[in-house]
């Protein structure tokens, strides 16, 4: 029995919209779309482009709801859509707002993150990371990294995705799929070259979860755990909020 899933989304929606082409076209098994929230009027004529159909798109905006800390109100928006259409589980793709916390411990979920994440531990992940900040990160790091030290292979990058958790990108991961980083390229570079691998992860995952196959996954190593790693991670990071998230 097919399994219905909510998909929330506030930008492009590139990543729904091809996941539920997949759905359509039977390459995410035993999966229905239950409905497509989304944030804004902007996102809502995104999905109506990729041809969802307009009887399964929400719009909830955050700012319609009292903004207390617990934010019971947007979520009990959430949850009410839930509801009505059957969901069972929801994915999180390119979804801006903090989801209450009222939404998480009603139902699982995923979300996808474009950088490598390590719940606990120094990452990729966290508030601002989105967009094309963590592929600046990423690059960075790297690039500082491979300069001192050119055999330890670390020129790579990773698509996520994770267990929604109430602390943004700290869910355990699920899959993650490595992606080659170039001397040459630039953020807008790799997060192009990530939006193949960034729908076919998705899929795989909206395939897995309702069938109980999302299993945590525990990386072997830490992303920055040599001594010179972690002044090198300390300037990608404050380059990154420097452009992304002061400006």
């Known amino acids: ?28 098994k035993d999966v229905e779309l239950g409905c497509c929230i989304v944030s804004n ?18 719009l909830i905006r955050p700012k319609d709801y009292p903004q207390d ?6 979520g009990n928006a959430i949850n009410d859509v839930f509801d009505r259409m059957g969901v069972d ?5 390119g979804w801006v707002p903090y989801t209450p916390d009222n939404v998480l411990e009603k139902r699982s979920g995923f979300n996808q993150h474009p950088a490598p994440v390590d719940p606990g531990y120094l990452d990729f992940g966290g508030p ?14 790297c690039k500082r ?11 790579w990058t990773e698509m996520t995705t994770q267990f929604v958790d109430k602390q ?5 991961i699920i ?10 390229d630039d953020p807008l570079l790799m997060q192009e070259r990530m939006k193949p691998i960034e729908h076919k992860l998705v899929m795989r995952t909206m395939e897995a979860f309702p069938a109980g196959k999302a299993v945590p996954y525990e990386r072997p190593d830490r992303l920055v755990q040599l001594p010179g790693d972690f002044f090198d991670y300390a300037f990608a990071m404050e380059a990154t909020r420097d452009t992304f998230l002061k400006g």
């Open 128 to 141: 601002g990371m989105n967009n094309r900040a963590p592929h600046m990160a990423r690059l960075i790091f």
């Open 168 to 172: 943004p990108d700290k869910g355990a």
């Open 89 to 93: 589980f929801y994915a999180q793709l």
């Open 41 to 58: 009027e902007k996102a809502r004529d995104n999905a109506l482009k990729f041809e969802i159909p307009a009887a399964l798109i929400f």
């Open 1 to 28: 029995m097919s399994k219905r899933a909510g998909m929330l989304g506030s930008g492009s929606l590139t990543t729904i919209g091809a996941s539920y082409r997949g759905i359509i076209n039977g390459e995410v």
């Open 145 to 155: 990294v491979n300069r001192r030290d050119p055999s330890r292979n670390i020129m």
């Open 69 to 74: 800390d617990s934010r019971v109100a947007f």
């Open 175 to 184: 899959l993650t799929e490595r992606v080659p980083i170039f001397m040459d």
